[in-house]
């Protein structure tokens, strides 16, 4: 092995790799700098971004409809309707049903709706998120703790919240968010695509995915066993069909969008439509095979609620207790919660009101977070979006209709990244080499995708036909579909390849092999921290924290481990690397000329020049 | 889609056509003839045959051990054994159990063996086929109508054979298979290998293949439910995590095989070995899974013997009658069928000596076309093989050991060609552009593989252990991988391509898009006559003549309705359609030099001179 090993950078003296390094560090001015966009306060940043973006680009995005926009709506309303739901029966658990999947469609339906026809980015959807789950239990746990009816304090804590959202979107603090780099947002990117991945395929991690199915203790498996009895139902029928189903949707998706570069079918057009339906086909056609060829078989379905209205079914008219489990004795129930929640029932602990405020600041700067580090992620000049960016006004907005869900007792919703990611690849069109030649921005997407998201509540019953494990072969597609294209995932790969193979990217060609796989080992450690958090229940809520300590090791560390063109190759946007790689190539051929002048001269004054070379730097 | 369309001829006048139609006639002598060899009478090609391979490379074939000897050795074993335990169990119920699974492994070992040792063609591998089989269910057919034993009327029939063998390679008959052109040997080429992934996946045709496994009254069920009682087996479970297991099998393979190219791993060696094991690492790994994470769930296994011995056994010391299924009342039998059958016992019917002539002569024709079309499929100058053809001499060996399988009672053998083509695909080192580096000819895979399936005799019961539809899986990938590498599927497809998109092979480039797909139609037509009566039980034993029937269509029929150079762009060898091309080009040139002198004389004389040109042929 170590005869293969190819170091790209010449083997050479400790002081030949100093000059070279002196020289590296010197071709662009301010490189691998992070620079802090000057600050528009008093609301000028507020007002800028609403002209950039809303005021300048509405209508073109209102308008834009085609083939692409039909497709990527589907496509966006499966990728949405499924978590939705899921989220849905979590919230119900963890919050004794006063906030459900009822809840959380209106709330999916109603945001998305809203603001897509208000937001500055448009290509940035809203959705239940689990760090915004997670944040709930916790303010459950909170009222349970200070006896305080739970709906109330939730709103208030929203109107907190919304105050803080507005406080930063006038002052502009949300440009703090644009210090993430590749580097920051690399990693919680993966961190997202890898529970993606995890979820449909199941992890040791959490309930979900195609392989638990083969845990005869399964939810769905005890679920089915209570409806069925013991005798008609056998649990791994169910387990392999369900694993044999998400594989060939996922497989199903992957062989329809490749045909897209095949020569098959007899145009471009329809090459592309069946790309652009890949998704909506592929569980079409394996939600048939399902009832067609396998009838009698049980498979895990879409836990969809049976009616319109609050899942918080009361006992009595007071409607404090839960029916029927807590009031296991009465056959029907008395009601069901109203809409709005009546924020002055406290309990008597008018304080609470004041108390809101320290859980507002731990749910603002998860909005802050959650929201800032997607878009800075879909907004990033990689993903060649043109319409702007939008922080300020986005961030208000999305305080403004959390505050609006927390008045009615609906979960928050913040940018959910996998389905962003999805949604800007399905608008991309790419030329045959993968770079883009034009990117579809829009605000129909997100509102068709939405508003479907609202019908669907008219036919619940039909959504109950799409198997789980089918969506779960959708999450796969997605998950494996936005892995590859994340930079940090291709250096972790890497490791398992031989060098000599590597692919030439400029890191590859100008750095040395061990500098390139500190960095990626550095960004696993970042990485590990951060899946640690996320994966442990009581500490789960400051994993955007987590997140947010990569931005200051990025700002204040790296630089200590790596030179700045160092930094710049690994962490800057592509161009800044061909900026600095002409640069350099500008100097190796000038040195080439003078090298090829000194061959003329005699030795001892080669050697002499060359001495004197180190230390400073060149000016070519 | 019309406009879409891109006829690569120019558009042009039915003169123009004709002129330039002579043209392409005459540009190479001899175009689209299929030459017959000199006959070599009097033993001269038998002799011929083995000077020119066993004479001259045996030593080198039987020492060129290495990895990969090793790695196709195993592979051989497992596509071998899964056939020939398979066809085993069929001969037993068409034989009434006077030739069974003992009978056939034993065959295919001391054949195999023997064969690899002697024979002049050591990279066709002998086994047993459906042709054979079927030829000897009509035989056993004969001999009740006749009322003579089977065995020694089976033994007799193997005698003729010999002789008409012997006679055959005497006179150099074999010859005129090579009258065969790639439009034979396609069409009989993709009717194996359909029958291969038909078999893999299930077809309308036959009882096998893993989706077979969806019928509840599948043989493989039945056997279970008999074995298990009704309550602890569910079909359906096994049925799903068949399919399952089957298509993860054949995708493991595959993506072992595609690490080779891959920059994975630390070096080329560890990827080849991989590339190389891939079939018995997707056996092993899935072997695995099935029997630690499914312990529980009943797979069809291999249908192995209990123990080595005739698997005849007798009501009664006259041994005519088999135990147990025609003396019920019995509860041992009296002992085996001896080896030797008595082949004077004809039942006072001498004439039957005579009578066995006439099949004799159907099942001659059936080895030779068998192992000729195979023979010239496998050494066609694509496959770069460079030891030299030995059919006479090889011809003659197969009908001696068949002559000698017929006296012991076993089956019959010939070539078999899909393991055939995967193991010189296998033993063949291609570049990154699909072209032949160098094949390792060797007998040491033939030999090892066959005297493993002699071994296998003694571990009868850890073969139990490797479940169906993993080995149905290993025929799906052979099948998949074969099938891309035949001419006439990739003529198929392009009916489903757009003709812009086309692979600019030379017939796209040269000829009109009509003229090849009238050419892959006629050869579809004949595909289906074949493929019709292979699947049609009361005639399939006439299969091989329908094959036969490709070649004088080939000769006489095709040059009526093609001329003579778009048959050498369809069916010649890669050098004469190189040839013809490089004819084509110089020809141009020199043309448009002239149409450039043409260009500045008036247009009214250049008229006139191509008027002249029509009717003649250039002789540039």
Redesign the interface.
Known sequence: ?AD?FEDNAPIASKEDKDRENEINRNLIPDAGKVPLDPAQLWGKGLIADIKRTVGTHWIEEMTNFNQKTVAVSLLMFITVIAPTLTFGAVYGTSTNFQIGTVETILATAWTGTFFALTCGMPMCVLGSTGPCLIMTTVIYEITKTMDVPFLPFYAWVSIWTFAYTTITAFFDLTRFVKLATKFTDDIFALLIVSIFIFNAIGSPFGPGGLLRY?DPDNKSHLDFLKELGGEEY?Y??SA??S??IG?ATCATIFTFRGLKT???????ASRDSIHDFSVTLGVVVWTLIKHL??P??ELEELNVPSSFEPTFTCCDSSCTTYWPDQCTDQSEPTGTRSWFANMMDLNGKSHAIFVAAGPALLSFVLFYLDNGITWHLIYSPRNGLKHGESYNWDLFLVGFCNCVNGLLGLPWLVATTVPCIVQVNNLTERDAYGNIISVQETRLCHLVSHFMVGLSLLFLNAMKLIPMPVLLGVFLFMGLASIGRIEFWQRF?LF???PS???KTAFVKYMSIGRYHLYTILQILFFAGVFIVQNTKAIAIVFPFMTLLCIPARLWFLPKIFENWELLLLDGEEEEVSEWVAAKEQHKEKNLEVDSDFKKAPSDLTMDITGHTSGFSFDL
């Open positions: 092995m293969e083969l056998d791994l029928t392999v069909l694993i044999l594989i095949s020569p098959f079918l007899c145009n471009q060829v396998f009698s078989v790969l398992f390849q031989q193979r590597y692919e």
